[in-house]
């Protein structure tokens, strides 16, 4: 794998962020525009992108052994790390409307949209069809237990009824729905297959516009001066895939899945957290900034990681 088309992927995701920042600067967008981008990424194109991903994909009993695999482990980590969340962020005596954030942005990674291209340079065609199965889990670990780590000890007025409604949502149904398709070999005709894939495509775009919008927002001392901010990031980038490596080295695993849900962990921090905090009204400028800053540092560490993982895959 080059190291400068990992670093290129990931330029790539900075400029569309800085499209939206400055569309937003110049007026293009309005504020209202960060929720009506939103919602047409949620209930629209991201369940695309889902329904696309798994109709494509050819099975064999083999492949489909490290799909449930990657499943398993996937969702094993993030609920791992994301009760760890909530206790990282107890120490550090985060503001109480800020927890939820903080919380976010420990566990879950933009594992979807810079995952897929990074892990096939990383891991071939394999590694690509892993990482998607891995997001699918992802996805619907965040729409269920992030939507609890976005409202836990905070200030809500939510009633069971309204709660359960922002859990059970389009993005987990269609994300559930995902893994239907996929174990049941469902296909689509080819007219609607290149709808949601053209619809799917605009998922990572539309992401990295709504965190430039919420970045317009903030200032470059604001997020430097944030030294909790700054040890988020850390843990997010590298304490995470670490204990990650660590802890699945230890297990009955195919090889191939490890490198997968590691690398997965590796990625900045998801730009899923920017659309949940627009749903649940949270601080939209605190999750852009931890985006970028993740964003930033990841420059670093995700080559570095992509190298280990390779040299540990040719000493099997």
Partial sequence: MEVLLVLQKILSMFLI???GFFAYKLKWFSKESEKHLTTLMVNVSAPCLVFASMAGQDRNPLMMGKAVQTIWFMVAVLVLFSVLAIFIVKALKAPKEDRCIYRMLIPFSNCGFMGYPLAEAAFGEEGLFLMIIANLSFCIV??????????????????????LKKIISIPLISCVLGLVIFFTN???P?????????LGSMTAPLSMLIVGIQLCQSSVSRIIHNHRLAIVTAIRLVAVPAATFLFLRWVPVDPMVFCTVTFALCMPAAAFTAVLAVMYD???VLTAEGIFMSNLFSLLTIPVFA??????????
């Fill in 17 to 19: 962020i800085f499209v």
């Fill in 190 to 198: 080819v007219m609607l297959s290149d709808t949601m894939s053209m």
């Fill in 186 to 188: 469902i296909r689509f």
């Fill in 307 to 316: 190298m280990i993982l390779n040299a540990w895959l040719l000493h099997l």
């Fill in 282 to 284: 949270r601080n939209t």
């Fill in 142 to 163: 965040l729409f269920s237990l992030g939507s609890f780590l976005m409202i836990y000890d905070q200030d809500v007025n939510f009633s069971l009824k309204e709660l």
